[in-house]
């Protein structure tokens, strides 16, 4: 059975902080990684990753992705109050039209 | 911007009632999905479709069914509404996921009394 592992589950910092978020999985066919941020609406697309060490970054959140152990990291940099909220992360399975996801993480900033 | 709708943001219905949840997206998708959320369970999918007339039982599909008249409209039925179906529904579209992931709607809260 496809499953994607997220930890923690939950997590409470100062503002400035820096955090990360992991992702490990186990699936069958892996085709690629994706996060997404929710607030209190849609979740909201962040990254996809599909090949092993080229880090992505956006502004102060960066991630990467480790294909031979099986895991993704999730990186904030200088926590603000805004970057409060559930972070998801899923995975694609070759061949299969469908997202598996983790639990989440929710993440709360505190001023 | 793609755009998905859900009908509902908050509902509360009673047990035993017949729920409809109404999901629509003005992308020309042919992929859409039905999930639940619960705390500490993360996302579990229900159904999916790949095209109008056409469903795929998800993880969880026991409670639920599904309809998809029109490729931009897809509706999750709760036959019967059960106490522990009371969750956040999350409707999702994607022209093809392995390329693009999904893009979801708000969410409709449903609360079963």
């Known amino acids: 059975e496809d499953k994607v592992v997220q930890s923690p589950l939950s997590l409470v910092v100062h503002e400035g902080d820096t955090v990360t978020l992991n992702c490990s999985y186990e699936v069958t066919n892996f085709r690629s990684l994706l996060w997404y941020k929710q607030e209190k609406k849609a979740p909201t697309f962040l990254f996809m990753l599909t090949s092993s060490g080229i880090e992505k970054k956006s502004g102060r959140l960066s991630s990467i992705l480790d294909k031979k152990e099986l895991f993704s990291i999730l990186n904030i940099t200088a926590t603000q109050t805004g970057d409060s909220a559930i972070y998801l992360c899923a995975v694609v399975v070759q061949g299969a039209q469908k997202l598996v996801f983790g639990q989440g993480t929710r993440l709360t900033i505190n001023p | 911007d793609v755009k998905v709708t859900q009908s509902s943001r908050y509902l509360v219905k009673r047990t035993g009632e017949k729920v409809f949840l109404e999901c629509v997206q003005d992308?020309?998708?042919?992929?859409m999905f039905w999930y639940r959320q619960d705390p500490g369970l993360g996302l579990r999918l229900i159904y999916f479709s790949y095209d109008v007339k056409m469903k795929e039982k998800g993880d969880i599909p026991e409670g639920y069914s599904v309809s998809r008249e029109k490729k931009e409209r897809f509706s999750l039925i709760l036959e019967s509404a059960s106490t522990n179906q009371t969750s956040m529904y999350l409707c999702?579209?994607?022209?093809?996921?392995?390329?693009?992931?999904?893009?979801f709607g708000s969410g409709t809260r449903l609360t079963v009394v």
């Open positions: 999702a579209s994607s022209p093809s996921v392995a390329n693009y992931g999904y893009t």
């Open positions: 992308m020309d998708h042919e992929n």
